[in-house]
Every structure is written in structure tokens, then in C-alpha cells.
């Protein structure tokens, strides 16, 4: 399902180069993992996420905990290897790509689109039936391509609408973050970064967002507080 959306946001003009983009998206990977795997409840500290990203175990950890971890950076990897090989595009395949990195141990099934009904905690919004969702996914995301106006608008509509529909079992959140910023990256338009210590704010904004289908709000916050220029 779509949701509603009443302002504008512009592309910056020119563009960032986009090689100068993924090496410092590189350099920020301990950071961008770590505050990918906090929102979604990861116990590991920055300073750990960061030994372990340099390939020093940590102690004292869930094993499930700490292959969250991996396979964040995996997926960051794979959305490297898109972009630097002109290889970008946005499809169901893609979708499910990045949500088979970032949810293989933790779904009961990811790469493919949910087969049963799922909740959102803590709202009273009713995600789409699992019979519905191939059908959403090829008349919406066109739709929603064509309604924005900006590459920057695309991004945040597609996690939106990604975690809209919650079309995995798992990781959507996750997975439309990284189709998201695939799309920033590759048009030179910055990385998109929630940090842990906005994670109240986000949550609560989200929650309105689940409840109303009204993205004002939401898309504020992640214009002006989640997408990292330089």
C-alpha cells in the first residue's frame, strides 16, 4: 500500500561523485553497521562493531548477535559491488537480494516475499495479506517511482513503503534502508544513516507513520537528520 505525502524534496545539484561517496561509506562502515544493528535491538557497542569488523571476536555475545553484525557489512558490500559496476537497479530482485543477506539466520524464510501474516509491535496497523504482496509490489513501485520528483524523494519512499508493507518476514527495515541507499549512493546524493542516539525519535515517528499513512513527519526526520552529504 502507498501512503500520503504532501512536500518536496530536491536533489542537490551537482551531484557528489559518486567513487568519493563509497570510500568514505567505507570508512564510516563500523558506524553505518553499528547503528543499523542497534535499531534493531543488537546489543554491540560501536567500539565493538568496530573491533569486529576488523576481524577480532568479541566475548561475551550471542553468536546470532554477533552474525547480525556480518551480515549487515555484507549487505553494505554487495550494494559496493552494485554501484561500482553501473549494476544499480530497482526490482524484486534486488529486494530480495539484500533481504537474503541481512535476514538468512534470522527469518523463517528470507529472499522471498512473506507467506503468512505479520504485526508491528506497538501499532494497530495491519500489514497487507502475504496473497497480496507480489501484486503490490509490481503496481505500486511504479507508481511511486513516477510520483517523485527527486532521487532523494525515491529513497526515503522506497524504506517507507518497504517497511509499509513489510514484505519479509524479517529485515525490512534493513532491506529498504540498503535499496535506499543504493539509490542515494548511485546518484550521488549522500548516505542514509539513522543513528542509535535518534533511535526514540525514529521509533515514535514511525509508530505515527504506521497509524496515519502520513509521511510528512517521518520524511522531515530523515531528510534533515538521516542523510549524511559531504
Keep these: 500500500m502507498l501512503f500520503n505525502r504532501t512536500k518536496s524534496y530536491e536533489d542537490i545539484t551537482p551531484a557528489l561523485d559518486t567513487r568519493r561517496l563509497i570510500i568514505l561509506a567505507k570508512k564510516l562502515l563500523p558506524d553505518v553497521v553499528f547503528n543499523m544493528a542497534s535499531l534493531e535491538g543488537n546489543p554491540f557497542t560501536y567500539p565493538e562493531v568496530q573491533t569486529l569488523l576488523d576481524g577480532i571476536t568479541i566475548g561475551g555475545h550471542k553468536v546470532s548477535d554477533e552474525q547480525q553484525i556480518y551480515s549487515i557489512r555484507n549487505a553494505w558490500n554487495y550494494l559496493f559491488d552494485l554501484v561500482i559496476q553501473n549494476n ?49 509490489f509490481k503496481n505500486e513501485l511504479p507508481k511511486l517511482i513516477e510520483r517523485c520528483k527527486s532521487k532523494t524523494e525515491l529513497a526515503f519512499e522506497i524504506f517507507l513503503w518497504g517497511t509499509l508493507n513489510q514484505f519479509y518476514y524479517d529485515g525490512n527495515k534493513r532491506t529498504s534502508r540498503l535499496v535506499s541507499n543504493m539509490i542515494l549512493i548511485s546518484n550521488g546524493q549522500g548516505i542514509f544513516n539513522i543513528k542509535a542516539k535518534d533511535r526514540l525519535q525514529f521509533n515514535t515517528l514511525m509508530v505515527e507513520f504506521y497509524n496515519t499513512r502520513e509521511a510528512d513527519n517521518i520524511f522531515d526526520f530523515l531528510y534533515n537528520n538521516c542523510l549524511e552529504r559531504y
Excluded at 534470522?106 to 501499532?123: K, N, P, W
Aim: glycine share 6%.
Design 88 to 136: 544499480v537497479s530497482i526490482d524484486i530482485n534486488i529486494f530480495n537480494k539484500f533481504n537474503d543477506i541481512v535476514a538468512k539466520d534470522e527469518a523463517l524464510i528470507s529472499g522471498v516475499f512473506r507467506t503468512g501474516q505479520v504485526r508491528i509491535a506497538g501499532t494497530e496497523f495491519i500489514p497487507p495479506r502475504a496473497e497480496e504482496l507480489e501484486t503490490i
